[in-house]
């Protein structure tokens, strides 16, 4: 894998001079990318220590594939696409069931037991064992999703390709995030966390402990527990305002996400829910 990093690096200190009449560029490229379609490689990881390891020359093998690829018209059906880059194939094969409405495109990995509800997983994205993609959820590029992870109705998973270096969203195995949140720009979802719907998380939003008020981070919903959106008072020249933050309600033990009713229960008393 190290020589093909650094054919990577190679190529992509050259990206100005590429075109799609360059074969053994397209060549190393798509070797890079397929390696990614097939799981053998991800963009991300978490490292010994807890902290996201990106690895940037596959995200430059990206940006670069879009270099050497030409806008192509594929029919399916009464439908017509005009893109750079094919949609994913063999699904049964993988063990993936995707129902109709749903897509994703070459390059991003689905594990088996994988569901997709008609949803969009974009390329670089890696998405675990067990996990469903609902009904209008998005999972942008090189987003990195758990296994046994339920993304609700609505769930918009943002992209991070460029620059190159930037983390992406990470979202750790037995996550449920609710219907209509929005997790951007390398916002991170600790293990077994739960995210009641609509709320939004970024780098930006603070995450606040309900019981003491201590400000545990920005864009880190931390393990086995439960947020929500919420908002803090905050006085400015101009008047009183509130600003978002994500509240942290409750710490679950291992393995009680999946009580859905005492979840339930528990968010609507919140007066939100899942």
């Not at 469903?132 to 339920?150: E, F, K, L, N, P």
């Not at 979802?189 to 739960?194: E, F, L, Q, T, Y």
Request: net charge negative; with cysteine.
């Amino acid at each position: 894998m190290e020589d093909l990093a650094a054919r990577i690096e190679e190529l992509w200190e050259h990206a100005g001079e590429l075109t799609p009449a360059d074969a053994e560029a397209s060549a190393i490229v798509t070797e890079a990318v397929d390696l990614l379609d097939r799981g053998v490689l991800r963009v991300a990881e978490t490292g010994a220590d807890g902290t996201t390891v990106v690895h940037d020359w596959l995200k430059k093998a990206i940006l670069l594939l879009f270099c050497l690829r030409e806008v192509r018209t594929t029919e399916v059906g009464p439908f017509e696409f005009a893109d750079k880059l094919p949609l994913k194939k063999d699904f049964a094969r993988a063990g993936v069931r995707v129902a109709p409405g749903a897509s994703a495109r070459w390059g991003s990995y689905l594990a088996p037991g994988v569901v997709l509800m008609p949803s969009y997983v974009n390329i670089g994205a890696r998405v675990g064992e067990q996990t469903m993609v609902d009904t209008w959820a998005t999972v942008g590029s090189c987003a990195q999703i758990g296994a046994r992870v339920h993304l609700s109705g609505g769930v918009g998973i943002g992209g991070v390709l460029e620059p190159p270096n930037a983390v992406p969203v990470i979202v750790e195995d037995d996550v449920l995030v609710g219907s209509r949140c929005m997790v951007t720009q390398g916002a991170r979802v600790g293990r077994g966390a739960v995210l009641g719907e609509g709320t939004i998380l970024n780098p930006s939003i603070p995450v606040v402990d309900a019981d003491t008020g201590e400000e545990l981070g920005r864009g880190v919903v931390p393990p086995w527990s439960v947020a929500i959106s919420a908002a803090r008072r905050r006085e400015y020249p101009g008047g009183e305002f509130f600003l978002p933050c994500v509240l942290v309600i409750r710490r679950l033990e291992e393995g009680e996400r999946h009580d859905k009713a005492r979840l339930n229960a528990l968010l609507r008393a919140h007066g939100v829910s899942a």
